[in-house]
């Protein structure tokens, strides 16, 4: 038999953006790929998607929210999932909102945004194990977002007040 030495169970490299040690940048894309491809195959998994992409940009800013839009869009769509129960209409509502002639301003990077990443919930293969996990990493960057809670908030108001959104109950 064959004894492993310690460099083979070195830890893999941590992702730069999130801090998930799946094989830096490149390995944490591959896990939110496959957790993209699973969503397309597997209502369980789907139902909880947007969620996930909306907490995987908020956590990888500088590839998927360079502009105030996009970043406005997985901002408010996190507050939606956290302090709106993840209203489906309110989801739609914010899109069609960021559609318009919205003039926003792009909050700053954080450095600390969440404790949590993929590599907490990539290995469930159980779709309610998979959406409770979803669930306490959304609270967990929502946290993190704190100091922007207040222009998510905002942000919510013009929506629920444009014309897409004076249908839907705030909760």
């Keep these: 038999m064959t004894q492993l030495s310690v460099q083979e169970y070195e830890p893999l490299e941590e992702c730069p953006s999130c801090g998930a040690p ?6 944490c894309q591959l896990a939110f790929d496959q957790l993209s491809a699973r969503a397309w195959s597997d209502g369980g998994f789907a139902a909880v998607h947007n969620l996930v992409v909306d907490l995987y940009a908020l956590q990888h800013v500088e590839a998927y929210c360079e502009s105030p839009k996009s970043y406005a869009a997985h ?8 302090e709106h129960g993840g209203d489906p209409n309110l989801y739609r509502a914010i899109a069609r909102w960021l559609d318009g002639r919205v003039k926003l301003v792009r909050p700053p990077t954080l450095e600390f945004r969440g404790s949590m ?3 907490d919930i990539v290995s469930t293969s ?17 946290d993190a977002y704190r100091s922007q809670h207040e222009i998510a908030r905002q942000n919510l108001v013009q929506v629920l007040v444009s014309p897409g959104g004076r249908d839907i109950d705030p909760g």
Aim: aromatic share 14%; hydrophobic share 45%; proline share 3%.
């Design 126 to 142: 159980d779709p309610d194990v998979y959406r409770k996990w979803v669930f306490e990493w959304a609270d967990n960057v929502w």
């Design 117 to 119: 990443t993929i590599a």
């Design 22 to 27: 799946l094989g830096g940048r490149e390995g």
């Design 75 to 82: 901002l408010l769509g996190l507050c939606s999932a956290v």
